[in-house]
């Protein structure tokens, strides 16, 4: 690089662009376990850089804060002791910290990292059957039974929506928008609070088909990042509303009830027109992000056809 030249702004590098920079700041978050690191991999589709770490690990990379990501890696670390759930194993630091953090002059801010072991497991995408649904069902309820025995974690509440939601698409959109949007509002806010803190506790709150695999026939589940607090139904809505087979809702629901007793059913609609509405606004909030760039817009167009 020639003396005195600026490098590109993060912000406006490509995703390319993005991923070397990130890839030497995790080398040195690397350095920081006793784990070789021959080859970093980056794992497609994530919000978060996720690199694999030759064939046994992930390390992962967040702008969140460390004390966000402990609360995380110490329900996975309880899940793994006290269950034999398929979840993702945080590996300690060579001081036995599960979370570290790195910086480098290129990338802004301070990145918060995770290694985690590898998840063995395929997904089943279009090849999804009822059956299939139906053990992730008894998998939602068993992860919801045992976040009722995390003590409290620092994570938030999961089925809530900002509080500009409906002016964010009636200013990018048009004022039609808003108006659908916070008529939708109005009915989740409803359900919610008749709702109250009945079946209500940690959850995933992010078990859509691209979050959950199977190994041998049972279900493992990846990317807790989401994790927090909200009505056990959230769980189920985060799963239905990215279902690509309608029918398969209800094997999805037999399962859950084969472990835990289903309660308000018929809030479960209004809870997945809330994933909905979540989703749509924040990938509106995050357009200037490469992957989002292109396709935010048609995201808020096809929700306000929804809507109307």
């Known amino acids: 690089m020639a003396r005195g030249h600026r490098p590109v702004a993060f912000a ?3 995703q390319a662009g993005r991923t070397r920079r990130l890839k030497r700041l995790a080398r040195l978050a690397l350095a920081e376990y006793d784990v070789p690191a021959t080859t970093l991999t980056l794992l497609p589709n994530g919000w978060n850089t996720n ?3 030759d064939h046994d690990h992930v390390l992962r990379l967040r702008t969140t804060t460390p004390e966000f990501a402990e609360a995380e890696t110490t329900w996975l670390t309880a899940l793994a002791a006290d269950t034999t759930l398929g979840v993702p194993v945080p590996v300690p630091t060579r ?15 301070r990145r918060t990292c995770v290694l985690y072991r590898w998840v063995e497991g395929r997904f089943h995408g279009k090849s999804l059957s009822a059956t299939d649904v139906r053990k992730v069902g008894e998998f939602t309820a068993h992860l919801q039974r045992h976040g009722k025995t995390m003590p409290p ?29 916070e008529r939708a509002i109005t009915r989740i806010t409803t359900t919610l609070a008749d709702l109250g803190n009945a079946a209500h506790g940690l959850i995933h709150a992010d078990l859509h088909q691209e979050n959950f695999l199977f190994h041998r026939g049972e279900v493992r589940a990846i990317d807790f990042d989401d994790c927090g607090y909200g009505h056990h139904l959230y769980d189920l809505a985060a799963t239905i509303s990215e279902l690509d087979d309608p029918t398969l809702r209800a094997p999805l629901l037999e399962g859950y009830r084969a472990v835990s007793p289903l309660e308000h059913e018929e809030a479960l609609d209004d809870l997945i027109l809330l994933r909905r509405l979540q989703l749509t606004t924040w990938i509106v909030q995050e357009r200037h992000v490469p992957q989002f760039r292109g396709t935010w817009a048609a ?10």
């Open 51 to 53: 690199f694999r770490v």
């Open 95 to 109: 001081t036995g910290e599960h979370v570290t953090t790195a910086t480098t002059p290129d990338v802004p801010g």
């Open 153 to 181: 974690l620092a994570r938030n509440r999961v089925d809530t929506l900002p509080d500009h939601t409906a002016q964010l698409a009636a200013d990018l959109h048009s004022p039609e928008a808003g108006v659908l949007f």
């Open 12 to 14: 406006v590098l490509d």
């Open 299 to 308: 995201t808020l167009d096809r929700t306000v056809a929804l809507l109307r």
